[in-house]
């Protein structure tokens, strides 16, 4: 039981510190733009070693980053009910602090893949045809190499309920 619960944990807080990684970094997408390499993630683009904020409230952004925080915050949580359940409060005892663990994980599995399928539908449509030389960099990556993690985190820490 405690071995699923652990590693559960760990699932979760290796994918927590990778969608905080996956969030806050730049490098969503690469690109040219005027012979130069161009880059951007949720929060700033790069040209020419430049850095810029995004000010357009472009939807998809907005609602790409909303389900990224949304899922980074779900994950938090569930890991601080994942920790709290190798403690035994009298007080909780009717309340199953694993199984509300494993559901706010598969809760930020789901925002998750809803920030990711949002940004990688609009961007194969709307900006791969903008830009003739792009491709999807390591902190879009990222985010889908965190998929898994929090969906076996669930898993594990509900299969420890």
């Known amino acids: 039981m405690y071995s699923f619960m652990g590693g559960g944990l760990f699932c979760a ?3 927590n510190i990778l969608l905080v ?13 005027s012979g130069s390499l161009a880059h951007q993630g949720l929060w700033r683009y790069c040209l020419s070693g430049k850095c810029y904020t995004q000010m357009d409230s472009i939807a998809y952004w907005n609602a790409t980053r909303a389900f990224m925080i949304l899922s980074t915050m779900s994950c938090f949580a569930g890991i601080i009910a994942g920790i709290l359940s190798f403690f035994h409060f009298s007080a909780f005892e009717r309340f199953n602090r694993s199984f509300a663990a494993g559901i706010m994980f598969f809760a930020s599995t789901l925002f998750l893949l809803l920030a990711m399928a949002i940004y990688t539908g609009v961007t194969v449509n ?7 030389d792009w491709r999807f960099s390591w902190s879009y990556i990222l985010g889908w190499v965190t998929l898994p993690m929090t969906f076996f985190a669930g898993r594990f820490i509900c299969a420890a309920s």
């Open 13 to 15: 807080f290796v994918g």
């Open 126 to 132: 709307f900006l791969g045809q903008r830009f003739g």
């Open 21 to 33: 990684v996956s969030t806050a970094t730049d490098y969503w997408m690469q690109y040219r733009l």
